[in-house]
């Protein structure tokens, strides 16, 4: 194109891509042939630059009439970040950033990489080689020592590169200056928008004798985020991470809870953050509260028809307690909130008690508990009470006043959601025995035990048939008729799911209704085990069965049934 132009002729290209050949054959760094053209005199850099802009419709920009750019914009990129690149930033609108590059042909590369780093939206535009050299010497010749260890870190987590290194912790007057430095900040930011932008529930930071590590939990499994980093900056991230959630950055000797809110993509994200004083530094965990993320729809969640009709016959009722088990992270939270969000009327007054409280909905009363004041589970549920409500929501059952006020509340005409830590359906009532709840209390006030887990599901994208092996099959003993029909997938790996193979992740319920068959044991102090016995002959599916509908159906894996609810061994039926 430079020679249909008439800018060079066909001797200055041959003799150019002859200098990079040599160049490149005798291990010299790679030059790009405008470089060259122009070191050769075969094109003035400004004509050259000037052809690029229009090529790739791009604005040039003349750097030399920058006479200063302030400090708060070159601070949104790291020297060592800025030099690596080859980049100036030159102004900062709203969350737009506006950066000089000097190579059109990485303008995709180097925007992935700033929009990480920066987490803003970037705007390119074109400069001469030499004036992006020269403007790099000019703006980023007093970079802090700060700074330029967070680009290394940022760098690491980028490229994988392992950090070990012995060197002294920073003091505290060095930590408190990284907390009100941009690029510590930006860095932490990075690693949160990242998270966000995946789709992670949840960001561990850890502290080892040499070493910080980041994990992302992404459905469901920790999966580590870069190599192991340098522990020295372990104290700098902790000082940004608390000054976030409003935590005492001085205190390292005992636990802290605190929430960070964020505008990330246009969306507002809330993140609850806890830090743990461990042998080596404190361990950092932060759970993503992405509303946008939040799924409401009932019929979306992995019910199966028969048991969605069951649990929407329950929480139609005009008065009772239906209780939802399971492990911390097995999805809980979120069926309570889609049935609140099913029940959410304004002929209806819907008050919960939450500890804490996840996620804002519209239109109902959430209240935060706090036990350091004296705002209980029991003193929110007897201020309930007094509210006029209809439906009431307890975030966890955990002990005997609890649970008594609950069943007052669901024998007196409201409808009282809540939470047990339980293996199972049938023990959430032998639970509330054992907490002191007399037998006939709970016979008569609950309409509906449901345990629930989150199986991951096979990635979309990556979806392909699979057989597996009678020997694998024989383990969990499937039957002809089970098999007969069977549409067994497995996840190839793919980047949309980073290779896993699984991408999201789908609830498996086991649900009991509470018929007068299943009362009237209750009141005669029925074992658990008796108790599954007859809700199995009733119909129900246990974890186990509704995991295997799933593999049976082709969204998950035989692993991921065996990974959740184990070979399902000793079930009756």
């Known amino acids: 194109m430079l020679i249909q132009a008439g800018a060079i002729t066909n001797e200055h290209l041959k003799m150019a891509l002859e200098t990079q050949k040599k160049e490149d054959s005798e291990g010299k760094e790679h030059r790009k042939l405008g470089k060259i053209l122009v070191e050769a005199e ?50 900062v609108l709203g969350q737009s950033l506006s950066v000089v590059i000097c190579d059109p042909g990485e303008r ?4 992935g990489d700033l929009q990480f780093r920066t987490g803003l939206e970037i705007e390119v535009m074109l400069a001469a080689e030499t004036q992006i050299s020269g403007a790099l010497e000019k703006f980023y010749q007093d970079t802090s020592k700060v700074s330029d260890e967070i680009a290394d870190f940022e760098t690491s987590i980028l490229e994988g590169d392992v950090l070990i290194e012995e060197e002294e912790e920073e003091s505290e007057m060095e930590v408190q200056a990284s907390v009100e430095n941009s690029p510590m900040q930006k860095f932490v930011r990075g690693i949160i928008t990242k998270a966000v932008n995946r789709g992670v529930s949840d960001i561990h930071i850890e502290v080892f004798e040499k070493i910080l590590r980041v994990r992302y939990r992404l459905d469901g499994m920790l999966i ?8 020295k900056f372990k104290n700098n991230v902790a000082a940004v991470v608390k000054s976030m959630a409003h935590l005492r950055i001085d205190e390292k000797r005992v636990p802290q809870d605190g929430r960070i809110k964020m505008r990330i993509g246009g969306r507002e994200v809330d993140f609850r953050v806890s ?10 965990v932060m759970r993503i509260l992405d509303k946008s993320n939040l799924m409401l729809d009932l019929t979306k969640l992995g019910f199966e028809p028969n048991q969605l009709k069951y649990f929407d016959k329950a929480i139609a009722s005009p008065w009772g307690m239906i209780l939802i088990t399971g492990p911390t992270g097995s999805g809980k939270t979120t069926t309570l909130y889609s049935a609140l969000s099913n029940l959410n009327k304004t002929s209806v007054n819907i008050m919960t008690a939450e500890d804490p409280v996840e996620y804002n909905l519209k239109g109902i009363n959430q209240v935060q508990i706090h036990h350091d004041i004296g705002m209980t589970f029991e003193a929110a549920l007897k201020s309930f009470l007094r509210q006029d409500p209809d439906i ?15 069943i ?34 709970v016979a008569s006030s609950t309409v509906l035990v449901m345990a629930q887990r989150l199986v991951r599901q096979i990635c979309p994208k990556c979806i392909e048939p699979t057989v597996i092996p009678e020997a694998e099959l024989e383990k969990l003993n499937f039957s002809p008729e089970e098999l007969e029909g069977a549409t067994m997938m497995k996840g190839k790996g793919c980047a949309f799911c980073s290779d896993k193979g699984y991408k999201g992740r789908i609830a498996i319920y086991e649900i009991m209704p509470i018929t007068e068959e299943i009362r009237e044991m209750i009141t005669n102090n029925a074992t658990a085990l008796d108790l599954k016995k007859k809700a199995m002959a009733n119909g129900m599916a246990t974890l186990h069965k509704s995991a295997r509908i799933k593999f049976l159906r082709g969204e998950t894996t035989l692993e991921e049934v065996l990974r959740v609810t184990g070979s399902g061994e000793g079930e009756i039926g």
């Open 108 to 111: 995709t590369k180097i925007v």
């Open 224 to 231: 580590p985020e870069g190599k192991p980093l340098t522990a």
């Open 42 to 91: 075969y094109i003035e850099e400004d004509k050259l630059y000037q052809f690029l802009a229009n090529k790739f419709s791009m604005e040039l920009v003349d750097l030399s009439l920058y006479e200063d750019i302030p400090s708060n914009i070159l601070d949104t990129i790291p020297a060592k970040i800025a030099k690596k690149l080859k980049v100036i930033p030159i102004d």
């Open 408 to 441: 007052k509340a669901a024998l007196t005409g409201h409808l009282v959601l809540s939470t047990l830590h339980t293996n199972d359906a049938p023990s959430s009532i032998t639970r509330l025995v054992d907490i002191g709840i007399e037998p006939f209390l």
């Open 392 to 406: 009431i929501m307890v975030g966890e059952i955990r002990d005997f006043p609890v649970a008594e006020t609950a």
């Open 275 to 284: 830090t743990l004083p461990c042998i080596h530094g404190e361990k950092i």
